[in-house]
């Protein structure tokens, strides 16, 4: 057996948790915060039997990849005199920290 840890962003974990249970897995979410940028993220926990590893990092891959989206900026109470760009941009969301360690033990009780 398996551990994934998956470190995904917060607006990808819904879909991701679903994803996962829809072919079979399960999972357990916590909210988490990255250390370098303190802002919040997912931390997603997947018990995987050896042969379905290979499964649940390709439902994370898919659910998770890094992918630019088109987004018009909101105007905010900038400084007087601020620049503000009317016109979409392109940003990149999502992205995925997967982690896998073997499992030593595994019981429920
Ligand atoms: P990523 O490398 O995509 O990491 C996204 C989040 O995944 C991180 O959030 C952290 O919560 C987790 N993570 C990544 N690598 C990890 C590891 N080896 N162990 C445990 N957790 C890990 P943040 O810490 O807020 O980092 C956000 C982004 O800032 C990172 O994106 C990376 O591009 C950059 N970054 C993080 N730490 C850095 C550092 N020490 N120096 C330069 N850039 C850093
Ligand atoms: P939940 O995911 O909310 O699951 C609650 C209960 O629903 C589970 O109890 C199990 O009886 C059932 N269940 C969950 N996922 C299922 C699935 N894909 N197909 C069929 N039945 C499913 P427990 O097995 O006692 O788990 C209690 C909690 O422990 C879970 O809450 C989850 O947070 C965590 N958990 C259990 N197994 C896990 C694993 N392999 N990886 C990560 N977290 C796990």
């Known amino acids: 057996m398996k551990m994934i840890i998956?470190?995904?962003r917060d607006e990808d974990a819904g879909k991701l948790v679903s994803a996962l249970v829809a072919e079979g897995f399960r999972a357990?979410?916590?909210?988490?915060?990255?250390?370098?940028?303190?802002?919040?993220n997912s931390t997603?926990?997947?018990?995987?039997?050896?042969?379905?590893?290979?499964?649940a990092l390709q439902v994370i891959?898919?659910?998770?990849?890094?992918r630019t989206r088109l987004m018009s900026p909101l105007?905010?109470?900038?400084e007087?005199?601020?620049l503000f760009?009317?016109?979409p941009v392109d940003v990149?969301?999502?992205g995925a920290t997967i982690f896998v360690l073997p499992v030593e033990h595994f019981e429920r009780v």
């Open 80 to 82: 007087m005199g601020e």
């Open 6 to 8: 998956a470190i995904v």
């Open 85 to 87: 760009v009317p016109y």
């Open 28 to 40: 357990t979410r916590f909210q988490s915060a990255g250390g370098f940028l303190r802002a919040r």
């Open 75 to 78: 105007p905010h109470g900038g």
């Open 61 to 66: 891959r898919a659910t998770c990849r890094t």
């Open 44 to 55: 997603i926990l997947i018990g995987v039997e050896d042969h379905r590893l290979e499964d």
């Open 92 to 94: 990149e969301v999502g």
